[in-house]
């Protein structure tokens, strides 16, 4: 191995790193710092001990996993901690895809991987769920590597993603075409901006579920607003107290969404998930520190 290996393997699989992290974690944030670490204890190694190394990337995926469970409990604890919802990272659409797919419905499924229904419903399971379940039926290491991984034999390994997949599978949705969510999502948009109650309980669907999550730093409704009627009025009154907001649409991994800006400074991000062309949830971020993927970038 040359010295300039090293660096090219990080590089290479930083994507895929990042990618593994986010869903165990839900924040780029703690992805980000997930890699971080991986990587100096890669750059730890002297040549040798990386020449002993037969998979680099078999490496990484490891210390990566390892870092994330430990990770993952913290986090837990202090979200048991903190008041009010707790919602994933709202992230870019195709942010870690290989590719472009030219179908844009391949590019809804890719998405859907990372959604935030999905995510919600792996922040339910325990750590060791999620890191078995992320690590074999998205990334296909198989149970032995897994068990390795977290601790466990084989079979319990196998035990754990299976349960976990129980779990994703009670709460799987269908993907729907993007033409079919742009449309409900945008005339929500019109009926929310002209204060059209009557057509925005038409967007609705009757037990729709708003979920706000101002990560303890902006102050939003502190429970779940469930029923088209009060989640209409709810949305109306944040509309009304915050009449200089204006709307900008954004592309994330569960589609159209609105990128909600004060002058030119981007303050929250409000997502949905739509079935049988009705909206069944609206995800409101407006912790700052979940934004920062959408903040433009300076010059170099």
């Known amino acids: 191995m040359n010295a300039s290996e090293p660096s090219d ?105 990372v959604n935030t229904a999905l995510l919600l419903v792996l922040e339910s399971m325990t750590p060791l769920e999620r890191v078995a ?62 204060g059209d109650i009557t057509a925005l309980l038409r967007t609705l669907a009757p037990e729709v579920e708003a979920r706000a999550d101002g990560g303890d730093v902006v102050r939003v409704a502190p429970n779940v607003v469930r029923g088209s009627d009060r989640v209409a009025r709810y949305l109306l009154g944040v509309l009304q107290k915050q009449p200089d907001i204006r709307f900008e649409e954004l592309r994330t991994a569960d589609g159209l969404a609105y990128g909600m800006l004060a002058g030119d400074t981007l303050v929250g991000i409000t997502a949905f998930h739509v079935e049988d062309a009705r909206i069944t949830d609206v995800w409101i971020v407006m912790d700052p520190r979940k934004l920062t993927a959408w903040m433009p970038l300076e010059a170099d």
């Open 9 to 113: 393997v990080a590089v290479h699989e930083r994507r895929r790193l990042l990618s593994l992290a986010y869903r165990m974690t839900g924040t780029l944030a703690d992805a980000e710092d997930i890699v971080q670490e991986t990587y100096i204890r890669w750059y730890r190694l002297d040549d040798r001990e990386r020449n002993a190394i037969r998979v680099p990337a078999a490496w990484l995926t490891h210390v990566a996993s390892r870092i994330a469970l430990d990770l993952i409990g913290s986090a837990h604890a202090r979200r048991e901690q903190s008041s009010g919802q707790w919602l994933p990272e709202p992230v870019p659409a195709g942010l870690f895809a290989e590719g472009t797919p030219a179908d844009p419905l391949e590019h809804a499924v890719r998405d859907d991987e």
């Open 133 to 194: 379940f992320v690590l074999h039926d998205v990334f296909a290491v198989p149970f032995a590597e897994v068990a390795e991984i977290i601790g466990r034999s084989a079979p319990a390994a196998r035990q754990l993603a299976t349960a976990a997949r129980r779990r994703v599978r009670a709460g799987r949705t269908r993907v729907v075409e993007p033409g079919e969510h742009e449309d409900v999502v945008r005339a929500f948009q019109v009926a929310a901006r002209e």
